[in-house]
């Protein structure tokens, strides 16, 4: 009823229900709409999903959700999920498939990899993609007994990993965080939008709440740099050259944390000066291994590892046994203090005026040692010694892909945490911390296997695929130098390859290099599309036949939940679930979700039954480990040891006594970190939220590599195995052994070819060179850096199909700085050719202010393929959106010997997407309109479902409140 | 043409920190997910899977640059209703279908007596209005009407959708009315400021600018360089006589 006043209708007031019940059930869960792993609720209203929210306990989120989180309602009802097992009957790539059954797909790939393991076990290439049970699947890969085995690790963010482990024994991200608490002065390089999603920005939220100061170093200003309070636009792959020089700036003015140093780091340890024997560059060491220190109160050598010795900074000095040696902190000082690192030489690298790099150092210095934390918190160290307070440095950092993606990488990643260690502020209050269940000794103690002693036809693999080699005798070559494993990783090429390198995987089987395989065995890798360098020549390797008309990969055996770009070229499609419909978890043995105040795990349940016929892959892979008799997968009389599936694994499985892969609520429920199994272990972590984390008492929250109270509890948790003191490593001994072995010494030695590659990039200290690439192309043609970033409502999220997602990001540009544009002739919205060594695409340029003038970037995978993921034909990620992989090829130009490296680091084997060197030139105006290459629409799955003309999403839930049923 | 309440009472709101926010889209998407299945829903996608695909959305950041060169700012600008205390997007509604609550302030659609005229999109200088065309009705924002005062939530988490799930804490919601609240004060002690107040409307929601940038010498207090340390006549003499403890 409405009446009028004056000319105004003054409606009756319309009754709204401010208090409607949201849904019938709320189940707690783990996203996976990226790698963040949070904790969600999920309102259930008639067994569909109403809504999906943080989960406020969460130690991860803390009940924020993200894009991505927020729209996964769209990832689980998505029309391109994958409903039954597939069988290839055309041609691959054709997309031409059959539906069969369960039984008949297993039997199947039972056939082809049981055939393998009887004969050569190697000729299994296994990778998993974004895979979040790596656990589980690189364990799975021991049992089959291949070392091809890893995950993306190796494409994404491995020199972080590496760097960090070879260096200080955790790393950023996963392994630890920035005392966002506490931090006065924030110093975060190339976060490309990426790890980690929400608590990168919780804690940025912090930051801005206290007044801290927030600086990004990154070519692009988005994102996280557009909110810093100075952006640096450093020129790509030359961050390096900047760490140094705040290095050489800190030194020079002996702003330091010499404390810091002498009683956590190996600053004192003697190194042997013997140039050209065995042992020179090692830490001189006692008959006991220990390492030595010059004891200025007693004038001799002594143990490194005792307390209460003073020890030489510098100095020369005579061993007992008549060797010269130094201290690591003189090699260090030495070598940064150069001119060739001083402020004006790194600005003329990264194009960082060298008075901005003074004051940046005179920034960090006076934030860590004028503004010290003093928290009143009484400790042990590691020599039972108390300390009534700690005292911390608020300076802290985080790096990620911008660092990581370069063939410098890993040394620019060291370099990053010797810069921290120099201000005396990793595990401090206000610093970088470690996330238990880092740090972890350095490196970590496991080794590769894939030795030809450690495989063999039926046999279990003795020792995980993926580890940390510290010498040559850990590599995984042959006699002669050949690598043994497909991706050429813990190769004389790659020799700390700890992720694998898959981006060499499909390259290396299709050439036979260095042998044939026979069956490519991948899960969640869209590697014909935005996973693979050289997208183009992936798809035709892929495709391509030998002589005899049989493939040159024989098999390729995929699982995805969705129809993506990867599924027409396989053979047999195992169909995977949504992350709603499965058990999961997130293991303290895998890619753990700890914080620095302690260790968490957590597991998905099934929050909703598959409307399809679909299986989790994991608990495909523990039948297909059955059905294979796998012995860490069948009992005795040949029956499944799990026939539970995952959710069993989860619970009954042991990787050593009373070590599982959850840690919470083991034993009657009272154990945690080890214990007996727990047949109702699943049920209490429901009952918490999905998740299970421990709180660290106070006087264990920092100095957790020199704490007692820490490194007792660690041992009790079974993170490390003794409760040692980790000495943190400015100089890096391993990377001494191989440069040793390059020079000539030792019994295995590299070919030729690599000799003086190995003892170039093994340097114990860090260096900077100029990126591979860039390095062996004309710079004069190819002027410009082009880079990708992942927005963050996509960051990491497979299947941008999303009906919500793809209306933010459905097609992208390439950015151009505008006054860089200006000079090229180039205009908004003009379309361009961009060139590569490799090839060239042609794209839409947006010009921009805020992005580095000698680069190029977009969003990456956003251009998809027509057809993929039940997207029409003519959608803009066909159209318009684009992929720079196809001008980034996973080869190096040619050497002079006609050689070709893989495009990636020397050390780490990591991919080095950010290389990439291009031209831009404006297209003739009659090729404008649509991007280059463009690929036909594969035929699509059969029972694909239609797409939906319109979505009222939610529709029905408004239909039952009307109706009184929803409440 | 509609009335609105009389002035006075409580004007909840948003205020959104421009400082703060990193366009990260958490709060565009998190509420289209609540409010497609919540007060107005649903939020329907037309061609959600093909070339033209467009919904409506109560919520959308856009993402601009300000300025020119290094000194060029990105801006990440959520923008949804502002809940204005003399809205024209009510006042020429010719069936009394928008509406200003008077207890509140809220800005809602009666969709029972919209007619679909869009005369309220015309009239908002905001682009906060969001027509339907699969149902032919506006809707817009509803400051989550069904969450803030939803007796099925934790008292915590009666706050819009948006609010909650804001990554940065970016976005914060209360009463504009009462100096006294949180909001207030954040917006006294920020600048906050409204949008295009010269147009009269009044806009309830704030947002807080951007802080000076602190990139220049002495911005946080350290000098412009370091001096150089007494060496003591070598490259390493100025460490040679350190006598620290392990």
Redesign the interface.
Known sequence: M?SI???????AP?K???????GDTVKTTTCYMCACRCGIKVHL?DGTI?????N?DHPV?R?????????G?MQHYS?ARLSKPLLRTGERGAGTFKEIAWDEALRIATDWLGAIRATDPRRLAFFTGRDQSQALTGWWASQFGTPNYAAHGGFCSVNMAAGGLYTIGGSFWEFGEPDWDHTK?FLMFGVAEDHD??PI??G???L??RGA?FVSVNPV???????A???I?IRPGTDGMLVFALIH??L????ID??YL??YTNA?WLVVQAPGTADDGLFARDRNGAPL?WD?TVNAEAS?L??????????EFILEDGRKAVPV??LL??RY?DDAFSPEAAAATTGVPA??I??I???L???AF??EIVLPIAWTDWAGRRHDRMVGRPVAMHAMRGISAHSNGFHTCRAIHILQMLLGAVDVPGGFRYKPPFPKPIPPAQKPAGRADQIGAGKVMAGPPLGFPTGPEDLLVDDDGTPRRIDKAYSWEAPIAAHGIMHMVITNAWKGDPYPIDTLFMYMANMSWNSSMNTTGVMHMLTDKNADGGYKIPHIIYSDAFYSEMVPYADLILPDTTYLERWDCISLLDRPICDADGPADAIRQPVVKPDRDVRPFQDVLIDLGARLGLPGLVVADGSPRFPGGYADYLVNHERMPGIGMLAGWRGNGDEHGTGPRNPNQLARYIDNGCFWRQHLPDEARYYKHANRTYLDYAVKMGFIGKADQIVLQLYSEPMQTFRLAAKGFGPKQPPARHRARIETFFDPLPIWYMPFEEAAIDTASLPMHAITQRP??MYHSWGS?N??????H?ANRLYVN??RAAMLGIADDDWVWVTSHHGRIKVQVRL???VNADTVWTWNAIGKRAGA????G???EA?RGFLLNHVISELLPAREDGYRYANSDPVTGQAAWYDLRVRIEKVAEAEAGETSPRFAAAAPPPTLPA?????????R??RARKSGDGR | ???LPPPGGRKLGLVI?L????????C???C????????A???????????G???V?FNRVH?F?A????A?????FPRSCLHCETPDCV?V?????S?KRAEDGIV?V?E??CIGCKLCSWACPYGAREYDH?AGVMKKCTLC??R??????EE?DRVP?CV???????RHFGDLGDPDSAVSRLVAARGGVALMPELGYAPVNRYLP??P???T?G???????????ASGGG??????D?????
């Open positions: 409405s006043i004056g000319e105004f209708l003054s409606p319309e709204v229900d401010t208090s409607p019940a949201i209203s109403r809504y999906i929210e943080g406020r989120n009940g924020v959700l993200c894009a991505k989180g927020s729209a309602i029309p002065y999603s929400n920005k919780i940025l939220g912090k801005k709440g100061k200003k988005t994102g996280y740099s557009a909110i309070d100075e952006w636009g700036e800190l020079r003015a002996n702003r010499l404390d002498v009683r004192p220190l200025k490194a005792l307390p209460h010795v003073t020890p030489a900074l510098v100095g902190f003189q000082a030495a203090l008075a901005t003074r004051r150092a005179a920034e210095a006076h934030a004028d503004d963050m409502a199909q009906a919500w997602l793809r209306q933010i459905g505008r006054a921009m202010e805020g993921w039940n997207l029409a003519d959608a803009p159209t797409r939906p003309a319109i979505l009222r999403y939610g529709e839930f408004r | 043409m509609t009335a920190d400082d703060t926010c990193v366009g990260c889209h958490a565009a998407v998190n289209k997910e609540w409010n497609t299945g919540g007060h829903a649903p939020l329907p996608d037309h061609d959600p899977y093909g070339a695909a467009t919904g959305w993402t640059e300025g020119e060169g290094a060029a700012r990105t801006v990440h006042r509604c010719p069936t009394g279908a509406y809602l009666n029972d007596l699969d009407i069904d803030i005062y939803n007796e099925n939530l915590i959708a909650a799930t804001c990554p940065a804490s970016a951007p802080r940038r602190r990139d010498p911005c946080t207090g350290a000098p412009a360089a370091l001096p150089e340390a490259r390493f003499l100025r460490w040679i350190a006598m620290l403890s392990r």
